[in-house]
């Protein structure tokens, strides 16, 4: 019986002690959700938008044969730099070269017609002169002569022609450029006019920017614009616009090409742009702005925020707060309705937490509007 007793008051210490270990870890300390903030202000600064593009070449072109023929050689490939006058390609001439032979051949049987022609018509004109020919017979020499001059002189010219032909079936470099694009192939048969190299050059690079028509009767001729490359980190470039067009393209939107004002080795031509554009100037009307991470979406479309209420510098408490936005501005939503100058903003991780809860603060989102 003393030995059940015992064993019973050891359970019971032993329950207790669990119990209070439970509340101990209990009691342990909150978890407080991180969030990064800033606050908002009234600005009248310049709006901007940023617009993808395709860097290319200021002078581009499709360099193609003026005759038709198989392709025998192809002398580049993509990528090469060339140099004016060089061989690009060359077209079968075998056909070319006998029809060219054979003007020569018959150059050469009217020039051996013509000079039988002005020696009949020497001796003639000396034989009517001693009145042993009549007139006749001396115009008709100088006739034959005429008529054989004439043909020497056709194909003379037929000679030219198709020696002038033999050289279309080579392709030549214009100029000092890069061939962008090798487009047909060794062997092939190429008809007259299809291109067979697209050759680039020029020391002026081009950006080919679409813009959607909200944004394109904001921007003109001449406006200065930022342009970045994905492959070229940490460096941005000035360009202007130099022409825009005033009817849209097949994706809905308007074309515009800006010129960069200096060049980089590292830049070449079909190399993927970021353009931003100044699409609002300096405005006396102010207006607010708020990051486009801090914007949440509601069930029911309704747009909103969650500020904070600070409990201390490193603590706060986060609350609930329907907006009204405007226009997408390059740096962020403009806030039409709902928030006041000098609150604070949640700015990342909108959808991780909810109304009341607390958090702690991270590094400050520097928002420059």
């Not at 001796?123 to 020919?133: F, H, S």
């Not at 002569?145 to 279309?168: H, P, V």
């Not at 080919?208 to 492959?231: A, C, L, Q, R």
Request: aromatic share 8%; glycine share 8%.
């Amino acid at each position: 019986m003393k030995n059940i007793l015992l064993k019973l008051i050891f359970f019971l210490c032993f329950g207790q002690l669990l119990g209070s270990c439970a509340k101990e870890e209990e009691k342990q300390e909150e978890v407080i959700r991180p969030v990064r903030y800033t606050q908002v202000y009234f600005s009248g600064g310049e709006a901007f938008q940023t617009f993808a593009g395709v860097s290319k070449a200021g002078t581009e072109s499709q360099l193609s044969f003026r005759v038709s023929g198989v392709l025998t050689s192809i002398k580049v490939v993509e990528g090469d730099v060339v140099k004016k006058g060089q061989l690009i390609a060359t077209i079968d001439d075998s056909d070319a070269k006998i029809a060219f032979q054979q003007t020569v051949a018959q150059t050469q049987s009217a020039k051996v017609q013509l000079e039988t022609m002005k020696a009949s018509l020497d001796r003639t004109k000396k034989l009517y002169e001693a009145n042993n020919v009549s007139l006749s017979e001396y115009e008709q020499a100088k006739n034959s002569f005429s008529s054989a001059k004439a043909a020497y002189k056709n194909s003379q010219q037929t000679e030219d022609l198709k020696r002038r032909e033999l050289s279309y079936y080579k392709l030549y470099v214009p100029m000092d450029g890069i061939i962008a694009e090798k487009i047909a192939s060794r062997n092939e048969n190429i008809m007259a006019g299809n291109p067979v190299v697209k050759f680039a050059s020029g020391n002026d690079l081009e950006i080919k920017v679409g813009i959607p028509e909200k944004y394109i009767s904001k921007i003109k001729v001449g406006d200065k614009v930022d342009v970045s490359f994905t492959s070229v980190s940490g460096k941005n470039f000035k360009g202007k616009i130099t022409k825009l067009s005033y009817v849209a393209d097949v994706s809905s939107t308007f074309p515009v090409t800006v010129l960069l004002d200096s060049k980089s080795q590292n830049v070449r031509p079909g190399m993927s742009a970021n353009v931003t554009f100044q699409v609002q100037q300096k405005s006396s009307e102010p207006y607010m702005i708020v990051p486009v991470d801090a914007v949440g979406e509601a069930v029911n479309g309704q747009r909103f925020v969650y500020t904070v209420e600070k409990l201390d510098d490193k603590t706060g408490i986060v609350h609930y707060k329907a907006i009204e936005i405007g226009d997408l501005s390059g740096k962020g939503f403009i806030v039409e309705k709902g928030l006041k100058e000098g609150e604070i903003v949640v700015t990342s991780g909108v959808t991780k937490i909810s109304d009341g809860l607390k958090v702690k603060f991270l590094k400050k989102y520097q928002q420059k509007i």
